[in-house]
């Protein structure tokens, strides 16, 4: 038996039981079919299922693993990790840090047996929060809880059948988070039970599913090793979340939603992925749940569902920098609904990016990561009152619970995480994080008034500090939290920990040599460079169906680059680049997160790209843009004369302000077309 699993303990109340085996029940055809296939095929399959990790559960632990993930050229784009995945992934991780890659091998071995206890963990904490806030990302864990307690264990009979017990607990409630049965093979896993989901390369947030609200009951169908050559990975999941008011053709009942999504993403090479999400809320209450109208309509995103259900989408990216010192620059960009010009063009957008670096200066590692997101993401809306929610939390970005609950404002999170293995031993960890709410209001819906009423809110921060070491057969530490919420009242929370360990053969030795860290190679055919120029801009304007289209002069401004490429073969490099450009005396945002090149000759390479863009107009703009170029290389050692055309197509803008037109459509268009004349410098 080659892989083991994972979650968290028992604590089971008797709703959440009822839950899980309602979809035992529901699943008894599928969980019949994979046993019948198992058992003819054992002999023939050698992948069979594996476990997961938890997430935001052991922090200090989890992060080793995302390191680990980047220094093997490993671009992923959901959690949780399969067990089998980040073995895999050791050998190459080893041989550019060693003492990083012992510490995760120690952890995994729990997982490496027939049954197991993987995690177990209990804090107590002194509090202080009058506003009854929500610690971010930590599964609707009150700031007020005076402890939390969390556990996994597991038992796998053979390698193709496993079941894991595991639960969540704080102060109020207690979910079986965790706890489930699998079967299946390395290509196609079925999981039924509390199984966590996140559809994102962003560490700190997701925009459409995560941890922030109480895990739900879902059946799921997923691989953890990648098929053919383009290295295509696939989930399915269902899964219903709490009761809510449902209005429906004039009717209102109550019921529980059903939630389906899918996250189908590829490899085509090392080190760079690329998915879509989708996510459709459906059912409950009058709604039709019937599995005709999911099939029907889950990709139909302009038809009944807009009108029956509540749908969310994304494109992700993550991209990997191999080097002495390597990153990865990952990309989120989700909507609900689609908007003007075709499906694929998402409508109340939400753009989120990061930068993330294993390995700086030998002892730190460093994260950064924005997100920005329009006004109805997560608000009320007419059919479920209170949007992708379950309890009260939203399903995705920790930033949108910082509001009154239903509020249609926009935002922006941001979170910078720095951590350090000091040389007392031990991890440090220390993470800063910000909400700032738009100004305008919407009141969960779009109002206008000749009087705009915002809300008075103020910019959320908070930061975690946070050190653990190993002790004996425990890992041990301490956390302090502190902030201001959205009303200007502090809250604080200062807690201590402990953690199994493992066992004496399989813990953390905090004696291993950090100095043994050599750094990746310096790998051919990786570049940074910046860009530095000018570009001619022009932007076509839909203010309103019922006003005349306008198309502004031909401008010029100054255009700034900062990008990243590497070689896939001999002849096609792939990168990624931040754009900034003035158009038309507002700031254009570019974010290619495709960025090819074919090199004809040492002196010439012509590209395309992909990316998305937002444009900074009274209330931010967003869209996706496309382009082509030519880059004439080496006119001077490592400098380089390039050319650039690029076109945003229907780049969208709420109405939320009291000058918008208060009639016809509720959004403003813009098409801009922007040439681009730049010198570059790489390095």
């Not at 038996?1 to 109340?13: H, I, K, Q």
């Not at 632990?61 to 980040?86: C, G, H, S, T, Y």
């Not at 709604?287 to 139909?300: C, E, H, N, Q």
């Amino acid at each position: 038996m080659s892989y083991r699993v994972l979650p968290r303990s028992y604590n089971r109340r008797r709703g959440q039981l009822n839950i899980l085996l309602s979809w035992i029940k529901a699943s008894r055809p599928a969980i019949a079919f994979t046993c019948v296939l198992a058992s003819s095929t054992q002999a023939a399959l050698a992948g069979g299922v594996s476990g997961y990790l938890p997430i935001n559960l052991e922090p200090e632990m989890e992060r080793q693993i995302e390191r680990v993930l980047i220094l093997a050229d490993e671009p992923i784009l959901k959690r949780p990790f399969a067990v089998a995945l980040v073995e895999d992934a050791l050998p190459q991780a080893c041989m550019v840090d060693k003492p990083l890659c012992t510490k995760v091998k120690h952890y995994l071995q729990r997982y490496s047996r027939d049954y197991a206890v993987t995690h177990a963990s209990a804090a107590g904490a002194i509090t202080r929060d009058t506003d009854r806030g929500v610690v971010p990302n930590s599964y609707g864990m009150p700031v007020r809880s005076d402890r939390e307690l969390s556990l996994a264990a597991f038992v796998q009979p053979n390698d193709y059948f496993l079941a894991s017990a595991g639960a969540v607990s704080y102060a109020g409630r207690t979910v079986p988070t965790g706890t489930m049965l699998s079967a299946g093979f390395n290509w196609a896993q079925l999981d039924i039970g509390y199984r966590d989901h996140w559809f994102s390369p962003m560490t700190g947030s997701d925009m459409l599913i995560s941890t922030e609200a109480p895990t739900t009951p879902s059946v799921t169908l997923s691989n953890y090793e990648p098929l053919t050559r383009l290295g295509l990975q696939y989930e399915f999941f269902l899964t219903r979340v709490s009761r809510t008011k449902i209005h429906y053709n004039g009717q209102e009942g109550v019921g529980n939603p059903r939630l389906f999504g899918v996250q189908i993403s590829i490899e085509p090479f090392p080190g760079w992925s690329l998915g879509v999400n989708r996510l459709l809320q459906y059912g409950g209450g009058p709604l039709p749940g019937s599995a005709r109208f999911l099939l029907r309509d889950f990709f139909k995103p302009s038809g009944l569902s807009q009108t029956q259900g509540n749908q969310e989408a994304s494109y992700v990216s993550r991209f990997l920098i191999p080097g002495k010192t390597p990153f990865a620059v990952y990309f989120q960009y989700g909507g609900q609904d689609n908007s003007n010009g075709g499906s694929y063009l998402l409508g109340n957008v939400a753009l989120s990016g990061g930068i993330d670096f294993p390995r700086l200066w030998h002892h730190f590692d460093l994260t950064y990561e924005v997100s920005e997101w329009q006004n109805l993401w997560y608000a009320k809306q007419y059919i479920f009152s209170q949007g992708m929610t379950n309890d009260g939390l939203v399903l995705g970005n920790w930033g949108a619970d910082q509001r009154n609950f239903g509020d249609g404002v926009g935002a922006r999170s941001q979170m910078l995480r720095i951590g350090w293995e000091p040389p007392f031993g031990g991890y440090l960890e220390e993470r800063l994080r910000t909400v700032a709410n738009q100004t305008y209001y919407g009141g969960g819906q779009r109002v206008y008034t000749a009087t705009p009423l915002p809300f008075p809110y103020h910019h959320y921060y908070d930061l975690t500090v946070r050190y653990s070491r190993p002790w004996k057969d425990l890992t041990v530490g301490g956390e302090v939290l502190g902030g201001r919420d959205i009303y200007g009242k502090s809250f604080s929370r200062l807690s201590a920990f402990v953690r199994y360990g493992g066992d004496e053969h399989t813990r953390d030795d905090d004696s291993l040599d950090e100095e043994s860290y050599s750094g990746g190679a310096e790998e051919h055919g990786t570049e940074l460079f910046v860009d530095a120029g000018m570009n001619v801009n022009r932007v076509r304007t839909d203010l309103n169906k019922e006003i005349p289209i306008t198309t502004s002069k031909w401008a010029f401004a100054p255009h700034l680059g900062l990008g990243a490429r590497r070689a896939v073969s001999e002849k096609n490099d792939l990168g990624v680049r931040l754009e900034l450009d003035q158009v038309q005396g507002r700031s254009l945002l570019g974010m290619r997160a495709v960025d090819y090149r074919y090199r004809f000759s040492d002196s010439f390479a012509a590209g395309v790209f992909l990316g998305a863009a937002r444009y900074g107009q009274a209330t931010p703009a967003y869209s996706l843009y496309f382009g082509a170029g030519a880059l004439w290389r080496n006119v001077l050692p490592k400098w380089d004369v390039g050319i650039d055309f690029r076109h945003a197509q229907n780049v969208a803008r709420d109405h939320m302000l009291a000058s918008d037109p208060h009639s016809g459509r509720a959004e403003t268009f813009y098409k801009i077309d922007t040439g681009l004349l730049y010198v570059s410098r790489r390095f």
